[in-house]
């Protein structure tokens, strides 16, 4: 009875888990500056641009636009 009980916290822990790891991912790609032309992107921010679609299940103030390319 313990054991499922443990288990039971565990499966609730990752759920909760996730769901904060998820939600910060959405809203965090909606915090760049998006620009309306490619040339308006790379005059701004001094770097290569691409274009920023979202076409299924978009995050909360999704813009479709021209951002910075960012290399890790």
């Known amino acids: 009875m313990k054991k499922k009980i443990i ?3 565990v499966i609730a822990i990752l759920l909760v888990v996730g769901y ?5 991912i959405y809203n965090n790609s ?3 500056q998006v620009f309306s ?4 992107c790379q005059k ?3 770097s290569m ?3 920023q679609l979202c076409d299924y299940k978009c995050p909360r103030n999704f813009k479709t636009g021209w951002v ?3 290399y890790e």
């Not at 904060?20 to 910060?24: A, D, E, Q, Y």
């Not at 032309?37 to 308006?40: F, L």
């Open 49 to 51: 641009c691409g274009l």
């Open 30 to 32: 909606s915090s760049t």
């Open 44 to 46: 701004n921010t001094g």
């Open 37 to 40: 032309t490619q040339e308006e």
């Open 7 to 9: 288990i039971l916290v």
């Open 68 to 70: 910075k390319i960012q």
């Open 20 to 24: 904060f790891v998820l939600n910060r």
